[in-house]
């Protein structure tokens, strides 16, 4: 799995993630998309400072999956996000490149279920004809 480099931007979609046929496909070109989407949408944010620095603290990543914080907090509590608290502050920071990919993953569960009900509605019109 490719990481996004340091100039690539972030920035949070509203509508679904565009569905490649591969989930590998999917992973990278969302991850992607993610990078140059964040530095546009974000520019001057306390989250564009936060990503240039290479972390990002997980209620800023909530807002930019457009989740809610528990949810992150969750995946950090139950080891499926690797965060660590930072020095100063003791607050949870999540390195940019985890960050990326948990919200890639994230966007492309969300797409490939949507893809799912699409097939299944699709399915249920065609068997009602």
């Known amino acids: 799995m490719r990481h996004a480099s340091n100039t690539e931007a972030v920035e949070a979609t509203e509508a679904p993630v565009e569905v490649v046929a591969e989930a590998e496909e999917v992973q990278e070109t969302t991850a992607e998309r993610l990078t140059r989407e964040l530095r546009e949408k974000f520019q001057g944010e306390r989250i564009q400072v936060q990503f240039e620095q290479g972390v990002i603290n997980p209620i800023e990543l909530a807002k930019f999956m457009s989740v809610r914080p528990q949810m992150v907090y ?16 003791q607050k949870w920071v999540i390195d940019r490149s985890i960050a990326i990919d948990y919200a890639a993953a994230y966007l492309d569960r969300k797409a490939q279920r949507l893809l799912q009900l699409q097939r299944e509605q699709e399915e249920a019109l065609s068997k009602a004809s």
């Open 74 to 89: 969750q995946d950090i509590r139950s080891g499926r996000l690797t965060a660590a608290k930072h020095n100063n502050t």
